[in-house]
């Protein structure tokens, strides 16, 4: 697995927001079905929100690499309304030198909570 992709995935999971944000570029864009978040105070914003509120943890799946980009099957795990939730993703990610630029999340099903 893309050592990007490997830290991501631990900060994510271990709820280290420092350590996710520093693993984007400064311009970062994470786009998820319709929501379009662009730098690191947006992706804050978005992943400090989903730590607290959803708890989610992701299991990587799949990968596959070819030089700055990455294409990962994912399980997603999160409580929402109460109830625990799981979903197959598929992430693509761009990145540059070692952190990700860009990232476009499918979720089976909608990409948004109800």
């Not at 400090?48 to 980009?69: H, K």
């Not at 109830?83 to 992430?91: D, K, L, R």
Request: proline content about 1%.
């Amino acid at each position: 697995m893309s050592e990007a992709l490997s830290r991501h995935v631990a900060a994510f999971n271990n709820r280290d927001l420092q350590g996710l944000l520093d693993g984007f570029t400064e311009d970062a864009v994470w786009i998820t079905g319709s929501s379009v978040v662009r730098g690191r105070e947006e992706l804050t914003e978005l992943f400090s929100g989903a730590m607290e509120q959803l708890l989610p943890t992701l299991t990587v799946e799949n990968v596959l690499a070819d030089g700055d980009q990455i294409a990962a099957q994912l399980t997603e795990q999160l409580t929402h309304n109460g109830e625990n939730q799981v979903f197959a993703i598929a992430g693509f990610y761009r990145l540059s030198g070692d952190r990700i630029k860009s990232a476009k999340i499918y979720r089976e099903g909608s990409a948004e909570l109800d």
